[in-house]
């Protein structure tokens, strides 16, 4: 069974950092990988979602790196501001199922 | 403006009052699924739809009813709520069945059960 981790849950950083959040999964039989976005009260933005055949995507500030054979995702957040503070969910989708499996989460916080 | 539009938003009720929460999408979308999200157990899917007339159960689907009459809409129905039922639920919509496609997500309803 397809299990989906998120460290760490929680993360503050003054604003100007450049920052990681990983994912990692147990089934590496994967179709893709996707990054969503939370913020409260709100519903999830899709970041970026990567295909199994691909190492990594990018988009502006954002860089979401995957290797399949490791089970592992990095979502790399350059020159991070107070407006990235938000929940950040990774999410795998099992070779020939419909469903995607979503981490808990990784809740981060950028500080002027 | 493309939109999953779910209605109520927050909702409080009591335990055993029949309820059904609405999603509605302009995407002419093919897939519909139903999450719920809790503290620590992330989001897990309720019931799916490829298309119309098309459902099927995803991981947690025990005291929830889809149903999938019209492209557009795909309401949840909690036949007799339960407090273990208070969650935030989630609806979310893709183009065709590819899981290749990104999948659009609603604001969210905040249900309680009493």
């Known amino acids: 069974k397809q299990e989906v981790t998120q460290i760490p849950a929680a993360l503050s950083v003054p604003e100007g950092e450049n920052l990681v959040l990983n994912c990692s999964f147990t089934d590496s039989a994967i179709y893709n990988l996707q990054w969503f976005r939370q913020d409260p009260g709100k519903g999830l933005t899709s970041l970026l979602l990567i295909q199994s055949s691909q190492r990594e995507q990018t988009s502006g500030r954002l860089n979401a790196s995957l290797d399949k054979s490791s089970g592992r995702s990095t979502l790399y957040i350059a020159a991070s501001q107070p407006g990235d503070s938000a929940t950040y969910l990774c999410a795998v989708l099992s070779y020939n199922t419909d469903k995607l499996i979503f981490g808990t989460g990784t809740r981060l916080q950028v500080f002027p | 403006e493309a939109q999953v539009t779910q209605n109520p938003r927050y909702l409080i009720t009591v335990t055993g009052k029949k309820l059904t929460v609405t999603c509605s999408q302009n995407?002419?979308?093919?897939?519909m699924s139903w999450y719920r999200q809790d503290p620590g157990l992330g989001l897990r899917q309720i019931y799916y739809s490829m298309n119309v007339e098309v459902t099927d159960k995803g991981d947690v689907p025990e005291g929830y009813k889809v149903s999938r009459k019209e492209k557009r809409n795909f309401p949840l129905i909690l036949e007799s709520p339960s407090p273990n039922q208070t969650s935030l639920y989630f609806c979310?919509?893709?183009?065709?069945?590819?899981?290749?496609?990104?999948?659009?997500f609603g604001a969210g309803s905040r249900l309680t059960v009493l």
């Open positions: 979310a919509t893709r183009v065709g069945v590819s899981g290749a496609n990104v999948l659009t």
């Open positions: 995407m002419n979308h093919e897939y």
